[in-house]
């Protein structure tokens, strides 16, 4: 949702790198940028104005005038004023301290209540809690019966008395639910309550009835992030009318401009506690002010990425692996499609890619990557026999094209899977024996380094060029002699460094068959354990 955004603001601050002093001018010129850059975002202007006003107040301050970059000092209050606006600390539930938990949810009708109502309960119930569903929204045609097949998605009950479709009184539904919780040990009750296509009086006076029948804990007001400025009128409408406590934001995977994110924070005061960023029940979690700000300015979201595979894999699928990679036997197609089903199980590859840093540069070709050809590298090596999988190297042109027969695929990719691994298992075999990757010093405590200390011994300390003109040509005639010599000695694997498989010249490019380009290897990397 932000791409826009971050394109327009990291271009902003390339052209500040490598100034040593940055003039008034240049502090004016890039506000100026900024403030354009968030008025396309579709932030709200009165925001837009406190947010510049800052920056500048700040970037003529002593902090960057003495700093020893300034462009890094100007990037830091930019991203310290956008956690800032974004609400500063991370908002969480408050529990009651004598159960039920009651949260109510209120927004306009099409804003996502029910859908973010299951994947709030699933969260809730991941946390070791038993929530309730409450179907209160009896007036939109079918929502109940909507809200029965979330919960039952989510392994959650749902209390829904009423058949709902304008039959029913959702004010006794949401009193006669807190009981029930009550009886049946639900710790938290969810309830979903109906929306309108616009704000008006009788909305209000249901959700106001709703709110003192059950006296909720938490009011959340459901926004859609996709409706630009008119989620910030609406916010602010609610909050008059009804009142809430905090914001949960949908659809922030959309390609809106994200402006009602940066805007509503500051225009109502009410922080936002979630985000809702995709179509499964698993695509939701408590928003982070801070790592935003990181993902806005292109500084990635390594955090979440570690969070969301701590949730998704566990300890002894972590250490599997792990000791897979680590011991002396050789990488093997089947230790490598189970290491693609894991990655495969933390989300779109195009959506893991993005928390990296960085990689604003390469939107273009993450947008190109496809999950479908993950599916089909793994179709490749399901269509092999154990023997194949286990050693590829009698995968010859008969067994190619069975292969390739049995998945669906062509021959060349059947050939391009099996070089591809071929490659990876020399850089994992050459990281293991200590040496590093191929071309590089061998890293501290892992051995290598041996071939470059014997070449390093042999050679000599170059001269300083000397001041006579005579003098100089021979001491250059006898470099050049001593490069052919040891160029013509060199046996044929050595010269230039060399690059693991899948690095090249130029910008950084993905995987065969995710989009094109290559990118290095990632079978070597890690999780962290679960705490």
């Keep these: 949702m932000f791409e826009t955004l971050s394109d327009r603001l990291t271009t902003v601050f390339s052209s500040l790198r490598g100034k040593g002093r940055l003039s008034e001018e240049d502090i004016n010129a890039t506000a100026r940028e900024i403030r354009l850059a968030l008025l396309e975002a579709d932030v709200a202007l009165p925001v837009v104005r406190e947010f510049i006003a800052q920056i500048k107040e700040r970037a003529r301050g002593e902090e960057v005038s003495k700093a020893l970059n300034p462009a890094q000092q100007v990037i830091r209050i930019v991203n310290e004023e956008l956690v800032e606006i974004l609400g500063g600390a991370t ?61 039952q998605r989510a392994g959650v009950p749902v209390f829904a008395p009423e058949p709902g479709n304008g039959v029913g009184d959702p004010i006794e539904v949401a009193r006669g639910s807190v009981e029930h919780a009550r009886r049946n040990n639900h710790n938290v009750v969810i ?43 609406t916010a602010q409408a609610f909050l008059d009318g009804v009142g809430y406590d905090a914001v949960a934001l949908t ?45 806005i300015l292109d500084m990635g979201d390594v955090l979440t990425l570690i969070e969301q595979a701590q949730r998704t894999f566990e300890q002894e699928e972590v250490e599997k692996m792990a000791s897979t990679l680590a011991s002396d036997d050789d990488f093997t197609l089947d230790d490598f499609l189970e290491q693609m ?19 604003g540069q390469m939107r273009d070709q993450i947008n190109n990557v496809d999950d479908k050809d993950l599916d089909r590298v793994a179709a490749v090596i399901r269509s092999m026999t154990p023997a194949e999988r286990a050693n590829p190297k009698i995968i010859n042109g008969s067994r190619r094209l069975r292969i390739a027969n049995g998945s669906g695929t062509q021959v060349g990719d059947v050939s391009g899977l099996v070089t591809r691994f071929f490659d990876a298992q020399k850089m994992l075999r050459q990281m293991k024996s200590g040496g590093g990757f191929p071309g590089m010093p061998g890293m501290p405590g892992m051995g290598g380094g041996k071939k470059k200390a014997v070449k390093a011994a042999g050679k000599k300390k170059n001269k300083q060029r000397s001041g006579n003109p005579m003098k100089a040509r021979q001491q250059e005639a006898e470099r050049v002699a001593e490069r052919e010599r040891r160029r013509t000695e060199a046996p044929a694997d050595e010269g230039a460094p060399k690059l693991p498989p899948g690095f090249g010249g130029g910008a950084p490019q993905l995987p065969p068959g995710l989009g094109g380009g290559k990118m290095p290897d990632l079978s070597g990397f890690k999780l962290p354990k679960k705490q």
Excluded: C
């Excluded at 309830?191 to 616009?198: E, F, K, N, Q, V």
């Excluded at 709703?210 to 989620?231: K, N, S, Y």
């Excluded at 089903?341 to 993005?354: F, H, S, Y």
């Design 251 to 295: 659809k922030l995977d959309g390609d809106a401009r994200g402006g009602a994110a940066l805007s509503i924070r500051h225009i109502t005061g009410r922080p936002i506690m979630f985000a809702s960023t995709g179509e499964k029940l698993e695509d939701f979690d408590l928003f982070h002010p801070d790592r935003m700000a990181s993902r």
């Design 341 to 359: 089903m894991m990655v495969r199980k933390l989300g779109p590859i195009g959506n893991l890619l993005g928390m990296m840093p960085g990689m």
């Design 91 to 151: 908002r969480e539930i408050r529990y009651a301290k004598n159960p039920p938990t009651v949260i109510m949810l209120a927004g306009l009708q099409g804003a996502g209540k029910t859908t973010l109502a299951g994947k709030l309960a699933k969260w809730l119930g991941a946390q070791r809690n038993t929530p309730l569903l409450v179907a209160a929204d009896l007036q939109r045609p079918n929502a109940v019966t909507q809200l029965q097949v979330m919960g």
């Design 191 to 233: 309830i979903d309550t109906a929306g309108r296509l616009g704000v008006d009086a009788e909305l209000m006076r249901q959700a106001a009835d709703i709110r003192d029948a059950v006296t909720p804990d938490e009011i959340l007001f459901v926004v859609d992030a996709m409706i630009g400025q008119d989620a910030v009128n």
